[in-house]
């Protein structure tokens, strides 16, 4: 008996994601393929939301976060939206390479300070408000516990609603609110000189 013929790419481009995710799980190349498709996007939008487009390894990073999308694929079970497992999965690969990144820094600062005078850092006013929103975000989701860091970027970075990310993350609500509260305090108290900061970001809708 001949074996099946394998289902055009296009077909299955047209498949829910959820049940090309569980195909994907199961182990079924074609679906592995197609859903990538539909991942890549979400993975590097989530990497560039954590440690930036400009970071020297956001290529080797969102291909990290892809890779180990990949290997938790057998674990999926459709409990959440496929954009949500990978996104919570990119998020902590991204998030572990900027506590890298910044612990590397340090120490390249600490033996520059040794070795030349200590020249001062650009002001707020020399960076763009943009540039500096996306910045203090980072920096916060950073110093942030990871759950907490998870639903801020979750809300932030990606716009999901607070009902959202309790089904993603399987926490209740409830939990997700005070998570949510507990983070913009945070950001509050990093933003302090700066008032209209938190607003800009959204974290207040």
């Known amino acids: 008996m001949l074996p099946p013929a394998p289902r055009p790419l296009a077909v299955l481009k047209e498949t829910a994601p959820c049940d090309l995710a569980l195909r994907a799980a199961a182990g079924d190349l074609e679906a592995t393929q197609a859903l990538l498709g539909y991942l890549v996007p979400v993975i590097r939008r989530v990497v560039a939301g ?86 203090l975000l980072r920096e916060l989701l950073a110093r942030l516990p990871e759950e907490q860091a998870e639903t801020l970027a979750l809300r932030v970075v990606l716009g999901w609603s607070l009902e959202e990310i309790a089904s993603a993350t399987g926490a209740p609500t409830n939990t997700v609110r005070s998570r949510m509260r507990l983070a913009k305090d945070a950001l509050r108290k990093s933003i302090e000189k700066n008032p209209g900061l938190s607003e800009e970001l959204g974290v207040d809708a």
């Open 50 to 135: 954590v440690i930036g487009t400009a970071h020297a390894d956001f290529d080797d990073v969102a291909q990290q976060s892809l890779i180990a999308v990949l290997g938790a694929l057998p674990g999926f079970r459709g409990e959440c939206s496929p954009a949500g497992y990978a996104s919570r999965i990119a998020f902590r690969v991204a998030l572990r390479a900027r506590k890298q990144r910044g612990r590397e820094l340090n120490r390249l600062d600490a033996l520059a300070r040794g070795n030349t005078d200590e020249t001062s850092a650009p002001s707020p006013v020399e960076v763009s408000g943009a540039q500096r929103r996306r910045e």
